[in-house]
């Protein structure tokens, strides 16, 4: 690597110095902080560097870009800032979520970053040549394209994912109950659908594939669609139903949903209603697996595509709603999650699937055990009957034979999701709304919550 970086100069630093030298290191926004994103180049120049949004209620909002100083402090000290400032730009609305530019695209290639509010923008990063803060050269944000779906109007987008196997294409999420795809090069709408039957709250590329994707809708459903044929869909997973307070009742006010009770309005009628799925997330390694939450909830359900209609593994640990999940990019058990409780949660599910895996093979060998004990059950009823009524020549077993097939079959089919307990633990000073996990160190997961931005070595 020459030693004419874009960001600073590493002439006579380590390529340790390139990286983080301690456990956390911290970066304070001046705003509100909702959106992470971490750079996806793997030249070690760019590696620690990150894209943030801010979430503010008005017609003012930033989008920052920030770079791990070459100089910052190795010992752990809450105040001081060991990420520096090289970008901002203004945006009207808050970003609901950002993007690099998959790796694909080559050192010396425009690093593009993408956003979704009310429409879809794409910035280039460039350098400046201007010395800014802790040693770091700036850069600016130059907008390369605005797309919307309609010229006069567009539907807030919810979400979005950029193909990783081919990074021209982009597809977004709509309250509109659409997802759009999107050439970044022509900055066109390729394909429009209607995916839901509500608001799509978050959309996803399956890993591998630049064809398939899942999902997530106010109508509590994961769907998977696949853009060489559109005419069909299918339902991978549904929510279960959940109580609240009927929002009919006069004595609810704003009709707010209580998980579980009707704590605090005790004389509530409760009706049943499908919660909404928030967000969903694909896994990086196995495109079997696909995690996702539903609104208030304090669980994360995982999802096996081959096996739809019910998680098979269930994530128990936060106290609180959850708000952001996120897989490990090298691993394909291994996920974490943040939420309102201020807790970051790392998970290993590799037992639990190793583990259900071989229950269901044994369920599914004692249903087919018992389907062929019940034919020939069934052959020796049959011949009993061809010989009158000599109880003799009938099977004595057939009923209990038929109950043993039933009982093996609905036991092969329908299995409660195993439960998981967390293997590592971050407790941070305020609830945590996002996270991301650094794809080319991914011993380094970033969260941040009120104006702070925070990146923990695993």
Not at 5 to 26: F, H, V
Not at 354 to 364: D, G, L, S
Request: net charge negative.
């Amino acid at each position: 690597m020459s030693s004419g970086s874009p960001y600073y100069s590493i002439s006579g630093l380590t390529p340790d110095a390139l990286s983080p030298r301690k456990e956390i290191c911290n970066y304070f926004s001046a705003y509100p902080v909702y959106s992470i994103a971490w750079s996806r180049r793997e030249d070690r120049n760019n590696m620690f560097r990150m894209a943030l949004s801010s979430f503010m209620e008005e017609k003012t909002n930033k989008v920052q870009v920030v770079q791990l100083s070459p100089h910052h402090d190795t010992s752990h000290t809450q105040e001081r800032p060991d990420f520096g400032l090289v970008a901002e730009t203004t945006v009207d609305y808050p970003m609901t979520k950002l993007l690099w530019q998959p790796s694909g695209a080559g050192y010396g290639q425009p690093d593009l970053l993408a956003a979704t509010g009310e429409s879809l923008r794409i910035w280039e990063c460039e350098q400046t040549g201007e010395m800014g803060e802790m040693g770091l050269y700036k850069s600016k944000l130059s907008l390369r394209g605005k797309m919307n779906t309609r010229a006069d109007y567009s539907a807030p987008i919810t979400s979005f994912d950029w193909c990783q196997v081919d990074p021209r294409l982009i597809i977004t999420s709509s309250i509109d109950t659409t997802c759009t795809v999107w050439d970044v090069e022509t900055q066109q709408a390729k394909t429009q659908l209607i995916a839901h039957d509500r608001e799509v709250f978050d959309v996803s590329f399956v890993t591998g594939s630049q064809d398939v994707f899942a999902s997530a809708g106010a109508d509590g459903s994961i769907r998977m669609f696949d853009l060489r044929s559109l005419e069909h869909s299918t339902i991978l997973y549904e929510a279960p139903a959940a109580m609240a307070p009927s929002t009919s009742d006069p004595a609810l006010g704003d009709g707010s949903y209580y998980p579980d009770t009707a704590a605090g309005v005790p004389n509530a009628r409760m009706a049943s209603f499908v919660p909404p799925l928030l967000r969903l997330s694909c896994n990086a390694l196995d495109p079997n697996y696909i995690a996702t939450f539903a609104l208030d909830s304090p669980r994360v359900n995982i999802i096996d595509v081959r096996n739809p209609g019910s998680a098979v593994v269930q994530l128990v640990g936060h106290q609180a709603p959850i708000h952001a999940i996120s897989w490990n990019p090298t691993s394909s058990t291994q996920l974490c999650s943040a939420g309102a409780d201020s807790r970051v949660l790392v998970w290993d599910i590799q037992q639990t699937l190793t583990a259900r895996q071989h229950q269901q093979r044994q369920a599914m060998a004692a249903a087919a055990q018992a389907k062929q004990l019940s034919k020939l059950s069934a052959t020796g009823d049959k011949l009993g009957s061809d010989f009158g009524d000599d109880q003799s020549l009938k099977s004595p077993t057939s009923n209990t034979v038929q109950a043993m097939a039933h009982t093996a079959a609905a036991q092969a089919l329908s299995q409660t999701p195993n439960s998981v307990a967390p293997s590592l633990t971050y407790a941070a000073r305020l609830p945590v709304n996002s996270l991301a996990w650094h794809q080319n160190s991914p011993e380094w997961i970033s969260i941040g919550f009120g104006s702070t931005v925070q990146t923990l070595r695993l």
